[in-house]
């Protein structure tokens, strides 16, 4: 098969699209064609080493996908060969007592597809059946390989964790990344306040189209000070956070009393400094999140349904682009110099 694989660390030129062993499946797996992939930053962590080098060489990247089932394991009954699916892409031991607690993603052998097995850069991936969801009716291949791993984020992250509700408001970090994207939506969809930020005019257009009721542009304003003045100074009630660093660190300054922070993940800098005293004098939570359970793919996929009525979808995937999978390095590239408003797709077949 095609796909594109990376035989050693670095930046996105080392890259190739070469020909690669089909995989082979065992009893309760599926093997998938892939019609389409998405990128995440989780991509690009794999790639250049700088996070995780316990990854087998030479390695297929990518966590999110869409395809049809090509073949099922000897003990699979859910799926059949033909199924039109989008790939779940957190994978763990699904015996201990979190996976059977509707918390795999707490499961001491978690992991994100495409970061230990061969991801969805590719015309075929192997996966456990359990990770495979049908494709709701009317979403095209694109939008549905779009959706898994930002929506699951941003829902565990808002939903589960924050547990926001009706009337707070949301600050949500980065509205042209995947998540902030997802995370503006599912915000909306329960009823709450958006302030979002984006590092340009246009980009804010966009976060405006998708519900987002206060923009900011950070590459003119310092969002702190544009948060205090918009909410007369009384801060957000959930700061959701993806970029990490300095961005953290204000962020606290901006929550409220009794608020929330959670955090995904530091697309720049995992480390900084805290300044304790907002944490207890305002009786702040944070909380760590990292990806969601496969319980929760199957809640947030609800409002992606509409039986073929667009008008009716409560949630949206958001493209960005669409490459050839042979461009996925040009791919790369455009996230990494974060061009993109919402999600980079990779068309396979
Ligand atoms: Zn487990």
């Known amino acids: ?74 003990t699979v009954e859910l799926v059949r060969r033909g199924d039109k699916v989008l790939i779940s892409p957190g994978i763990s031991c699904g015996n201990c007592p979190e996976c059977l607690s509707k918390r ?119 969002f702190a000070e544009e948060v205090k003045r918009i909410t007369g100074k009384r801060g957000v009630d959930i700061v959701f956070e993806h970029i990490g660093g300095e961005v953290f660190r204000k962020s606290l300054t901006v929550v409220a009393k009794g608020g929330r922070l959670v955090t995904c993940g530091s697309t720049t800098d995992f480390n900084t400094n805290i300044d304790l005293r907002y944490i207890y004098s305002r009786h702040q939570t944070i909380y760590g999140s990292w990806m969601g359970s496969k319980n929760e793919m199957f809640d947030v996929m609800k409002f992606f349904s509409a039986e073929g009525d667009v008008a009716r979808r409560r949630l949206r995937p958001v493209i960005d682009s669409v490459f050839p999978l042979a461009q996925a390095a040009n791919a790369q590239l455009w996230m990494e110099e974060r061009r993109n408003f919402g999600k980079i797709v990779l068309k396979i077949s």
Not at 104 to 132: F, H, I, W
Request: aromatic share 6%; proline share 6%; hydrophobic share 40%.
């Open 104 to 222: 795999d993603n707490l499961c001491r052998s978690y992991r994100v597809l495409g970061t230990k097995e061969d991801g969805t850069y590719a015309e075929y991936v192997r996966l456990p059946s359990a990770n495979v969801v049908p494709i709701p009716e009317g979403l095209t291949f694109e939008e549905a390989a779009a959706i898994p791993l930002v929506f699951l984020t941003a829902w565990h992250m808002l939903v589960t964790l924050a547990k926001v509700h009706p009337g707070e408001i949301v600050l949500v970090h980065g509205a042209g990344s995947g998540v902030g994207s997802a995370g503006i939506q599912i915000a909306k969809l329960f009823g709450a306040r958006v302030i979002t930020t984006a590092g340009s005019n246009d980009k804010l257009v966009k976060a405006k189209a998708l519900g987002a009721d206060e923009l900011i542009n950070y590459q003119e304003n310092d």
């Open 1 to 74: 098969m095609k796909a594109i694989r990376f035989h050693e660390f670095g930046d996105a030129h080392i890259l190739r699209y070469e020909e690669a062993p089909t995989p082979t499946i065992g009893p309760n797996d599926v093997l998938l064609q892939l019609k389409a992939a998405a990128l995440n930053h989780l991509d690009v962590f794999a790639r250049s080493g700088a996070r995780e080098k316990n990854i087998p060489l030479p390695h297929i990247p990518g966590s999110d996908g869409s395809g049809v089932i090509a073949e099922v394991g000897s």
